[in-house]
C-alpha cells in the first residue's frame, strides 16, 4: 500500500518556540492532506486539510494562527506548532487519501512542551 | 453536526467472538471505516462500508445499516494481538472534499 511518512517522530522542545512537522507522500501524489491530533486514551480530532497551492480549511475551534499548514507540493505538507505551550503536547497525526477508499497514516509525531 | 458513538473500553477472552457498536449521526455520510490503533501507533485500516450489508475479511466482518445509523465490527478467533483501540470513522463529504472524522474509539482487551 501507499506510504505516508512524518518527520520528525518525536519532538521536546521549550515553551514559547516554534516546532515544524512534515509529512510527506512518498509513493504518490496527494492534493489533500489531513492534520490530526490525538490526546492520551483519546480518538483522533481533525484539526485542518491542507490543500496543495491553496489555504487550508480548519475545523471549527482550531486556531489557525496558531497551527500554520503549508502544502508546497504534491507530496509535502507541513505544520507548524507556533509559539508552542504545554497544552500543545500531543500526539500529531497526518493522513491522506490514496485512489481508492483508502486514507493512509503517517506513523504520527510525539511533540512535548516544556 | 456530526455525532459518532462507540463504547468506551470492552474485555473479551482469547478464542472468542466480539461485537463493537458504532452509532452516528452525519451529513453528507460517504462511507464508514473501521481503524485498529495500538498505543503510540497511526491507525492502521480493517475494513470498509459503503452500502448496507456485511463485509468479511477474515477474523474481521463489518456491517453497516445506513438507514439506522448503525455499524459493527466484528472480530472472531481473538488473539492477545487483538487487544488495541478500534476506531469508527465517518467519511462524509463537505466543502467539496471527504473528510474522516473519527469516533473516541473502543479499547479491547483480550486476557487468557
Known amino acids: 500500500g501507499a506510504v505516508v511518512s512524518q518527520h520528525p517522530s518525536r519532538v521536546i522542545c521549550k515553551s514559547g518556540t516554534s516546532v515544524k512537522i512534515e509529512c510527506r507522500s512518498l509513493d504518490f501524489q496527494a492534493t489533500t492532506m489531513f492534520w490530526y491530533r490525538q490526546f492520551p486514551k483519546k480518538s483522533l480530532m481533525l484539526m485542518a486539510t491542507s490543500n496543495e497551492g491553496s489555504k487550508a480549511t480548519y475545523e471549527q475551534g482550531v486556531e489557525k494562527d496558531k497551527f500554520l499548514i503549508n502544502h508546497a507540493s504534491l507530496t509535502l505538507s507541513t505544520l507548524t506548532v507556533t509559539s508552542a505551550h504545554p497544552e500543545d503536547s500531543s500526539f500529531y497525526i497526518c493522513?491522506?487519501?490514496?485512489?481508492?477508499?483508502?486514507?493512509?497514516f503517517g506513523p504520527g509525531t510525539r511533540l512535548t512542551v516544556l | 453536526g456530526q455525532n459518532i458513538d462507540q463504547p468506551t473500553e470492552m474485555t473479551a477472552t482469547e478464542g472468542a467472538i466480539v461485537q463493537i457498536n458504532c452509532t452516528y449521526q452525519t451529513s453528507g455520510f460517504n462511507g464508514l471505516f473501521w481503524y485498529q490503533q495500538h498505543a503510540g501507533e497511526a491507525p492502521t485500516f480493517l475494513s470498509y462500508?459503503?452500502?448496507?450489508g456485511l463485509e468479511e475479511k477474515g477474523r474481521f466482518s463489518s456491517f453497516l445499516s445506513r438507514s439506522k445509523g448503525y455499524s459493527y465490527l466484528l472480530l472472531k478467533e481473538l488473539q492477545m494481538k487483538d487487544s488495541a483501540s478500534y476506531l469508527c470513522a465517518v467519511r462524509s463529504f463537505s466543502g467539496g472534499y471527504n473528510k474522516l472524522i473519527f469516533g473516541a474509539g473502543t479499547r479491547l482487551a483480550v486476557h487468557p
Open positions: 462500508n459503503v452500502l448496507d
Open positions: 493522513s491522506a487519501p490514496g485512489d481508492g477508499n483508502e486514507q493512509f
